[in-house]
């Protein structure tokens, strides 16, 4: 049972607090989190579960917001973090986005919001179809209404007809004038490449997509070519456990919009899509530095929006960096972004330059770690290839679009 939650800035500010019992909560545990949160730097954001010497705290961060909820009784941690994913997520679709400025724009309905997803400190109603029936997303026309008439309650005075329904995720009596359905395969290559060039660590962290927009209540089944690759599956409520358990194919009836289907992992890959070798030569309190970009192997798809970075270290005074290829820019936090964009097919792009140390250091101790971004539109690096895709129980013959996605996640090549 949750008893509160707060939403705090990137400051440590209070920007909501929302008591959920009759136990308050007081703010005060705010304060000593985000101390704990300044002594201890980034690891403190990683760890999803604290113990204060008087509650237990859950917090995850989205977008520079940190979602923390407190409660002094026993409860499983993956419920309290669980929850907090699912207010984050129906507060983005909500907002179109999250961000601190949006939270205080639109207080009332995050409070509504909060009303109808929990009860009395347990997790009621995350849904966000349902939601949208009970709640008003904002927008214009109601912002001005609610000046006009007074009344700034966005909530309504029906109850839902899915809340009822043996599928609570999707709404009763949809129609469209065009049916459709589109799949997206969205991955993130994480990778850590060690300063010899070996490949440590590569894998896949994929997101199965879903945007529906079809009529009554149609049933869907997706199969993939290779499943036996899927590692670490999670899936939508919608999806039915036995067909996947025996055959391993996906079986549900949607929600109306867009969704998450299911997310999974591929482990040990053998490689990556390009190469980044970084050559750090310190002496006489300079550092020679010069970095390659290359494609390593083809995916058969354009290469974009290749970017570089890498934070200097603190003991470095002044640098002097350019490229052959795309932009270097040094940050005020002393980041050096390199932009590529794509690969030239004539030459290879570089970036090379000096690094001044301060006075009195000679060599530089302290190598930097770059951070590799990049986007493949058209393939799915995992290997992962969808089947086929039946549909049911709708009048006519449906639009069935597919894509896929590759981009760079926590992508990592020491020096």
Not at 8 to 36: N, P, Y
Not at 109 to 127: H, K, R, W
Not at 263 to 278: A, E, G, H, Q
Request: charge should be negative.
């Amino acid at each position: 049972m949750l008893q509160c939650i707060f939403l705090l800035s990137d400051s440590g500010e209070v920007m909501l607090e929302k008591q959920l019992t009759g136990h308050r909560v007081d703010r005060s545990i705010c304060a000593w989190f985000w101390e704990q949160a300044i002594s201890q730097g980034d690891s403190f954001k990683l760890v999803p579960v604290i113990a204060s010497p008087t509650h237990y705290l859950f917090q995850i961060v989205r977008e520079g917001i940190t979602f923390l909820a407190c409660t002094q009784v026993e409860m499983p941690p993956l419920m309290g973090i669980e929850f907090l994913c699912r207010v984050a997520d129906v507060l983005s679709d909500y907002l179109g986005g999250l961000n601190e400025d949006l939270i205080k724009d639109n207080f009332v309905i995050v409070y509504e919001l909060l009303d109808e997803m929990i009860d009395n400190g347990f997790p009621l109603t995350t849904e966000p179809n349902i939601l949208r029936e009970m709640i008003a997303p904002p927008n214009i026309v109601s912002k001005v209404l609610s000046v006009v008439t007074g009344n700034s309650s966005n909530v309504s005075n029906t109850l839902p007809g899915a809340t009822a329904s043996c599928v609570p995720w999707r709404t009763t009596d949809l129609k469209h004038a065009n049916n459709e359905v589109f799949v997206d395969l969205v991955e993130e290559m994480d990778a850590i490449i060690n300063r010899d060039g070996a490949l440590v660590k590569c894998e896949i962290y994929g997101e199965v997509q879903v945007n529906s927009h079809l009529s009554g209540l149609p049933d869907l089944t997706l199969s993939f070519a290779n499943p036996s690759i899927l590692n670490d599956v999670r899936f939508h409520p919608c999806v039915r456990f036995r067909p996947w358990e025996s055959n391993q194919i996906l079986s549900f009836v949607p929600p109306d919009g867009q969704f998450k289907l299911m997310s999974y992992r591929v482990k040990k890959l053998k490689s990556t899509p390009i190469y980044v070798k970084p050559q750090l030569t310190s002496d006489s309190g300079t550092c020679r530095i010069s970095v390659l970009v290359g494609i390593r192997n083809d995916p058969g798809k354009t290469i974009d929006s290749i970017t570089v970075q890498f934070q200097l270290p603190p003991c470095i005074f002044l640098a002097d960096l350019t490229s052959n290829h795309g932009t270097v820019n040094i940050l005020t936090n002393k980041t050096c972004s390199w932009t590529i964009g794509r690969i030239p097919k004539d030459k290879t792009p570089s970036m090379s330059g000096t690094l001044v140390l301060e006075a009195g250091l000679e060599r530089l101790h302290v190598f930097p770690t770059f951070q590799v971004g990049f986007r493949i539109m058209g393939v799915a690096l995992s290997g992962l290839r969808i089947d086929k895709l039946d549909l049911k129980n709708l009048p006519n013959r449906p639009y069935k679009g597919f894509r896929a996605l590759t981009r760079a996640g926590e992508y990592e090549v020491r020096s």
